[in-house]
């Protein structure tokens, strides 16, 4: 389809400083000598354009595609919602692959595990993120039939994933990501742990343990475990179930890696088991999908819809400012808008998308993935006076999500009235369970947004602040001194601004060892790591419950943390119903793969 011209009153985008500079960098077009060919209003209307002219081809749309590409010119240039990269970077362009996230099998067969190597480095080319699962590979030292030789397994073969993807820049501007997952009761479970224990090990993959019901059982019980040999079916050995999990605790205290997913809990949620099992998620954890399958994510700006300047109510029992009801302070209806639209928008880049292989564009095409999720969530709360570590913001979190999910789910059954149902609806647990017919297998993700909060500039995801005030690497040397701008706001209201205070915020990023400021403000501008773990944890389960797919979150600890620490958190997520997580530790030794728009 052809996409509408751009108009001539086109307004114009403010850009912050950061956005000015990640834009440049990454997302413009550029010539062949390396030179911007767009600004930023031409790459938002380039992208709205090519997403709205796929709505003409559905007849019952109510819009005409040049009115919806201002629509999504708006929503985009307005900081309300942004699809992520891949879709800024190659919409309306050649290249128009617009999907984060891939899943590849990984058979066992060297012809299998290559054309599993080759078909990721044409989707890190392409922009996307891959994970895999390598639990169908036979253990070290299994006989291979065809040369009477033995199998390497799965850890070798990581190591061939990982050299390729160094030298395969994603979409010509960063090195790919990816996920490698392995399943608790696969027989090469302990290498695999152990994978990252040699720094710069594996550096291009986050690895995490696959975890069944069965296992968790097993360590409740203090039980053996079998584990299986995948292409036998055969029973290798028997592991203690506690020793494997202590491990497990034990590499995620030293290094935070690997991390773990709950594999039956994410199969209890496959929308489509007719489909096959899914064994993977994509590089950051937050999409599991089946393989061959790819998904694109957007996500709304929550602290676009605070409504300053309403009525305040007393603190709750939790402490914080006193501060106005989210009732009045969140333009819910807006929000409302705004989800419609971003469902709309999703929908529109799966037809708008070019896949580098046939497979992924049919089962794409089949289940039609989508995630809406949010970011700027810490930046509300503050807006909102509401501590994160409150009882108070837990409340309203799932509150949020579930208004999330009902108005998406309602927006993706309105596209099914218009555009049908994805086509494996009828074969789908929705049809089962008799709800729809939807337009997508799933609606919601928490992106890590990693580069999207820098352009809307806002926080990412659900997660809390890192600091208040700090200088921030932009690439290539370039350095900018950021401060919070609610917190900014919030000490020139209550007298506390001076140049020396923010000298003293940007060293230490807290100030909650600040006696001098006021209680209630120490209390609500809390950072990552004032933040007490059980409440990060409590947090990611508030989205989960109401997130079709995952949740992306780093449970942050401090260095103090002690090995009981981690494993209360391991087993909190399972009994929380979060679907994996993510421990870091401050200070200790991984650098974890980059899904933020910083470094490389
Ligand atoms: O903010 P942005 O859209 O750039 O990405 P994100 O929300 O931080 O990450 C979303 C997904 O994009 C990740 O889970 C990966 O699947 C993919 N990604 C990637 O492939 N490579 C990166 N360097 C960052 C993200």
Not at 100 to 129: Q, R, T
Not at 194 to 223: C, I
Not at 322 to 343: C, F, Q
Request: hydrophobic share 40%; glycine share 8%.
């Amino acid at each position: 389809p052809t996409p509408p011209a751009m108009p001539d009153a086109l307004p114009d985008v403010a850009l912050n400083p950061n956005a000015k500079i990640v834009l440049a960098k990454r997302y413009y077009r550029k010539g062949p000598d390396g030179t911007p060919q767009e600004d930023a209003r031409a790459l938002f209307w380039r992208i709205a354009g090519a997403i709205a002219a796929e709505e003409g081809k559905y007849k019952k749309s109510p819009y005409k595609a040049d009115a919806l590409a201002r629509e999504f010119y708006d929503l985009m240039t307005g900081w309300k919602f942004l699809p992520n990269s891949p879709t800024l970077m190659n919409a309306g362009t050649d290249l128009g692959q617009l999907s984060a996230c891939f899943v590849l099998p990984v058979g066992d067969s060297i012809e299998e595990i290559f054309d599993a190597v080759k078909h990721a480095a044409m989707i890190h080319k392409s922009g996307g993120g891959t994970g895999f699962s390598f639990s169908r590979l036979r253990p070290k030292e299994a006989r291979v039939g065809s040369t009477g030789g033995v199998a390497s397994g799965p850890v070798s073969f990581l190591r061939i994933f990982n050299t390729a993807t160094e030298q395969i820049k994603q979409g010509g501007t960063r090195r790919g990501a990816n996920m490698g997952i392995l399943r608790i009761d696969h027989p090469d479970i302990i290498e695999f742990i152990r994978a990252k224990e040699r720094d710069g090990e594996f550096n291009n993959f986050n690895l995490s343990v696959g975890l069944t019901e069965a296992f968790m059982k097993a360590v409740e019980a203090d039980e053996e475990y079998d584990l299986v040999a995948p292409h036998t079916g055969q029973v290798r050995e028997r592991l203690k179930a506690r020793k494997v999990f202590e491990m497990l605790v034990q590499k995620a205290w030293e290094s935070g890696d690997p991390g773990i997913v709950f594999l039956d809990r994410i199969n209890r949620d496959n929308p489509t088991p007719k489909q096959g099992e899914i064994e993977s998620t994509n590089p950051c954890g937050e999409q599991p999908l089946l393989p061959y399958e790819a998904c694109n994510l957007g996500s709304i700006n929550l602290s676009a819809f605070f409504v300053p300047g309403t009525a305040t109510v007393p603190t709750t029992k939790d402490g914080g400012l006193p501060h106005p009801s989210p009732e009045k302070a969140i333009d819910w209806a807006e929000l409302k808008r705004v989800i419609h639209l971003g469902v709309r928008f999703l929908d529109n880049v799966i037809d708008a998308s070019r896949f580098p292989l046939e497979r992924i564009t049919e089962t794409v095409h089949r289940n039609r993935k989508i995630g809406l999720g949010v970011m700027g969530w810490a930046d509300l709360l503050y807006q909102l006076g509401i501590p994160y570590d409150s009882q108070e913001a837990i409340g309203l979190g799932e509150r949020m999500m579930q208004f999330v999910q009902d108005e998406g789910r309602a927006a993706s059954k309105v596209l099914a009235k218009e555009r049908g149902p994805f086509p494996a609806f009828a074969e789908s647990t929705f049809a089962e369970r008799d709800m729809g017919p939807y337009r997508n297998a799933t609606v919601t993700t928490i992106a890590p947004t990693g580069t999207l909060s820098i352009i809307a500039g806002c926080s990412s995801g659900i997660e809390p602040l890192f600091a208040l005030c700090f200088s921030r690497n932009v690439m290539d040397g370039e350095r900018l001194v950021e401060v919070n701008p609610h917190f900014e706001a919030a000490l020139r209201d209550t007298g506390s601004h001076s140049k020396k205070l923010m000298e003293a915020v940007a060293e230490k990023g807290s100030i909650q060892a600040m006696d001098h400021l006021p209680e209630d403000l120490r209390r609500v501008y809390v950072t990552a790591m004032d933040i007490a773990p059980v409440w990060h944890l409590r947090m990611q389960a508030a989205f989960q419950k109401y997130t079709d797919n995952a949740v992306s979150k780093t449970v942050n600890l401090p260095n103090s943390a002690s090995i009981d620490d981690i494993r209360a958190i391991y087993w909190m997520a399972y009994e929380q119903g979060c679907k994996g997580v993510t421990v870091y530790r401050d200070g200790c030794k991984a650098v974890q793969v980059l899904c933020t728009g910083e470094g490389e």
